[in-house]
């Protein structure tokens, strides 16, 4: 769910090539998107309707599948950002067990994203915020996680953190692993898995320390155990704040 143009549809769109459901990306303003069926979004490059799919998952480790995880099945709505078809987004809340609030690193929370952001209040939906469109001129990851915390109002807690912006923006840190992943091709296939950049390190511990502690404050075994001078093992963590 998000802002007309923030990428839903694209990033569906990659999530279904990453799955081995698709064989190439399909581009919305090219008219080869799969959620975008029908003539009219196609011709528009835009979404009208709610679309669903479904794709599989295995656990990873390192970017390859982890050995005996089990498959996930992921069955994904792509909501229309338009704010003139608002309702299929409000369909779409009454059935979803979680949702993805996409939004523009350059734009950051506009009109349409307090919208259905509110619209997921109502329905009591789980939500996790994804940060699109890093590549892009005047992208600014941080203004819009600062945007989430003061229009939204909600305690934004950072998962990853990008390295580099518009284009010299080249991969994420992972805060729970510490570890960078940097990005080789266009398409994200090739991934170099290495130490977190030098000049990164210690806004990356701040990071860090203040995604433990968050996920500590919902769990009292988890906060006793990080009181006591030990760091929740990243699996507790994940599992606490999932």
Known sequence: MAHIDAG????TERILYYTGVNYKIGDTHEGTATMDWMEQEQERGITITSAATTCHWTLQDHCKKKPGALEH??????????????????RSLRVLDGAVGVFCAKGGVEPQSENVWRQADTYNVPRMAFINKMDILGANFYNAVDQIKTRLGKNAICLQLPIGKEDEFKGIIDLFEMQAYIYNDEKGEDISITDIPEDMKEEAELYH???VEK????????MMEYLEGEEPSNEKLKSSSS
């Open 215 to 222: 996920i500590c404050e919902l769990d009292d075994d988890l």
């Open 8 to 11: 839903k549809t694209t990033l």
């Open 73 to 90: 099945r992921i069955n994904i709505i792509d909501t229309p950002g338009h704010v003139d078809f608002t309702v299929e987004v409000e």
């Open 209 to 211: 320390t203040e995604l």
